[in-house]
Each structure stands twice: as structure tokens, then as C-alpha cells.
């Protein structure tokens, strides 16, 4: 008996990253090539649960490998956490004769996954966060453009904060992570980074700054992951208790756009080639890693159990060589 052509579906989810639009196109080429159907959602779960769907074809995912965003556009969607939710997502799934969908995004997003999975539409995750706070996998699509981005944008900080011997507080992304604090932080030359992880206050930053001081040290860096935040505030302390003029600049949105470097091109295209041929098998419920650039997956409640160690050899180092 022949078999029934596959038909998948794919969608974006939560915080947007550059490189959504990589895996978007490598899922859709590598399941045509396969002889699959394929269904874009727009808007993540809020539109799986309204039918906002539409089919792609080759063409559909033209001229947008190096674009930030998604063309798919994503959403946070609150009624999807409610059972009714998921099972109208369902009921979209099986009216579109979906077998399979693949959903990009972080973590929220594959608990979302998990549930669609449940409800016998297989589901397979590929990381998509600048954050990189996802346990099982060393590299989630958009950590590598949001860092370069941040440290283009306080390679500039530097200049102006140097011209008038200032300290610089700069504030990043990474929700309750410190990942990007700590990678942009060592790129940048910060004095001190705070993080979520590793708890330092603002009076240890302060006898940092004046201890450089001793050795020549006139202008500074600090970078404060959000999860610590009060970047302003940090700011003026410093300012009132050493003297040196210091300014708070949050970089916010602006680390989750631009064109994605060839490290989230690559992982991308790499991990959306390989989460079709899991599908393909009839293969859900997973989420896509690397692994030592090894693309690995795992069962999704495995995955989220997991715990994800933080860089205490990068701050240490980060630390002992910032003056
Ligand atoms: P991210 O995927 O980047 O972590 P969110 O945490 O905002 O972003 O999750 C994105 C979407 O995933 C949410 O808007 C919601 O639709 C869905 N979601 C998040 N958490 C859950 C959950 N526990 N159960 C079901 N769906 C969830
Ligand atoms: O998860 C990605 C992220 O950019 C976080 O670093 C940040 O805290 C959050 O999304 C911001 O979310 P929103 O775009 O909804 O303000």
C-alpha cells in the first residue's frame, strides 16, 4: 500500500533570535527533499491554536538564510499552557493532516512541545534564544549574533568612556542567565561582570574600580547581566563613592536583531537538517542539541530536567586579567 505523503508543520516561538530564519529554511528544503508537505504557522502557538497556517515551498524560504527575525513571526501565547489550548492546536494539526511539527524557540517552548506531544502530535525542538541557557545543548540559534552585537555595541561605549575617563555600567540580556554577561563581558574587557550566578555587590565592584585605580586604571567597564539589573543605579553608586563620572546604558532589543553570524547560519541549517529526519522516522517529543558541534537530541522532560553548569573558569579568568 502506498504510503501517506508526511506532512509537518513549523513555528517559531518566544523571544525572537538571529538564525530562526536559517532553521526555518533548512527544515523547509530538507522536508521537501524528502517529499514531505510542509506548513509554516505564523505567531508560535497563538497561531497553531487560530490556523494561521500557510504551505511552503522551496521558494517560500528564499533570501532569508542571513536575516534576523523570523519570518514566521512568533508570539508568547498564555492560552497555550491551558489544556483547551493545546488541544485546539491539536484539532489545527489534524485538520491540516500535520504528522509533525517542529518548534524553535527555548525552553517555555518545549514545555509547550511536550504537550503537543502528549496529545499524539509528535514534536521536535531546536534551540532558539540568545540567552544560551538551555541545559541540553552547549549552543542555542542567536547566542553567537547577540554576543557580537553587544561587544560592537560596547567596542563603542569604550571610546566615548575613555575620552572622558568614565565608568561604563552596561546592562545585557539573558533573562535569568548570565552567559552572555559573562562571554561579552571577557570580550570587552570588563572590570567586573555581574551575574544571577554568581552574586557580587556593588561595594565589591567598587573596591575592584579603586583598586585598579592604584595601577593607572582610568576608565571602566562593568557589565551586569539583566537578571541582576539596576544598572542605573549601580551607576550612580559608583559615581558617588569613587568620584568618576559613570553612565548606564541598557543595550536591550537591539542584541536580538541583525543579520546572524556563520556560526548561527550553521548551527542552524545543521540542527533544522536533522530534526526532519527525526520526524521523518515518526520520531517526537525530542528537542535538538550540539554537543561538542555534535547534534544530539533528547527525550523534552529529559532535557528540561537537566541543569546547565555556568562559566566559573571564564569569570575567573575574566576577572584576573581585567587590570
Ligand atoms: P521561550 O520559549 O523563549 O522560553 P516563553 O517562556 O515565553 O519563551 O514560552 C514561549 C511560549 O511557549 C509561551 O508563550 C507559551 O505559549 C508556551 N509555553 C511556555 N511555557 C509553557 C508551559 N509550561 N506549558 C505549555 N506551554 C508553554
Ligand atoms: O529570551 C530572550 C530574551 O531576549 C531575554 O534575554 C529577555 O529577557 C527577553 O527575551 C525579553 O523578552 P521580550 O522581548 O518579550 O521583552
Known amino acids: 500500500m502506498e504510503q501517506k505523503q508526511k506532512t509537518i508543520g513549523i513555528l517559531t516561538s518566544g523571544g525572537d533570535a538571529p538564525g530562526m530564519n536559517a532553521a526555518v529554511r533548512s527544515v523547509v528544503r530538507t522536508a521537501i527533499n524528502k517529499g514531505m508537505r510542509v506548513y509554516g504557522v505564523y505567531h508560535g502557538y497563538a497561531g497553531l491554536i487560530k490556523g494561521e497556517l500557510f504551505e511552503m515551498d522551496m521558494r517560500s524560504v528564499s533570501n532569508i538564510i542571513h536575516r534576523g527575525g523570523t519570518m514566521l513571526y512568533t508570539a508568547r501565547c498564555p492560552e497555550f499552557r491551558e489544556e483547551a489550548g493545546v488541544m485546539k492546536a491539536k484539532e489545527t494539526c489534524e485538520k491540516y493532516g500535520i504528522d509533525g511539527m517542529v518548534i524553535i524557540g527555548g525552553d517555555g517552548s518545549f514545555r509547550g512541545a511536550a504537550d503537543l506531544s502528549r496529545h499524539g502530535i509528535p514534536c521536535v525542538g531546536l534551540p532558539g534564544t540568545i540567552d544560551n541557557d538551555i541545559a541540553c545543548t552547549d549552543y542555542t ?123 548561527d547560519r550553521v548551527a542552524a541549517s545543521q540542527m533544522g537538517y536533522y530534526a526532519v529526519q527525526l520526524l521523518e522516522k515518526g520520531i517526537g517529543n525530542r528537542v535538538v542539541g550540539l554537543r561538542h558541534d555534535a547534534v544530539v537530541d533528547f527525550d523534552i522532560q529529559e532535557a528540561l530536567s537537566m541543569k546547565k553548569p555556568f562559566q566559573e573558569d571564564l569569570y575567573k579568568i575574566a576577572n584576573d586579567i581585567s587590570y
Not at 545585557?172 to 550566578?197: D, F, K, L, Q
Not at 561595594?203 to 595601577?215: G, N, Y
Open 141 to 263: 540559534i542567536g547566542y553567537d549574533t547577540a554576543m557580537n552585537t553587544v561587544v560592537e555595541m560596547v567596542d563603542k561605549i569604550r571610546d566615548t568612556c575613555q575620552s572622558h575617563d568614565r565608568c561604563s555600567v552596561v546592562e545585557v540580556m539573558g533573562r535569568r542567565a548570565g552567559y552572555i554577561a559573562v562571554n561579552a563581558g571577557i570580550s570587552c574587557g570588563a572590570i567586573c561582570i555581574m551575574t544571577p550566578e554568581i552574586p557580587i555587590t556593588v561595594d565589591e565592584v567598587i573596591a575592584r574600580i579603586k583598586e585598579s585605580q592604584k595601577v593607572g586604571k582610568q576608565n571602566f567597564i562593568v557589565m551586569v547581566a539583566e537578571g541582576v539589573g539596576h544598572s542605573v543605579e549601580i551607576a550612580e553608586k559608583i559615581e558617588k563613592e569613587t568620584g568618576i563620572e559613570s553612565r548606564a546604558t541598557i543595550l536591550g532589543h537591539v542584541q536580538r536583531g541583525g543579520n546572524p553570524t556563520v556560526r
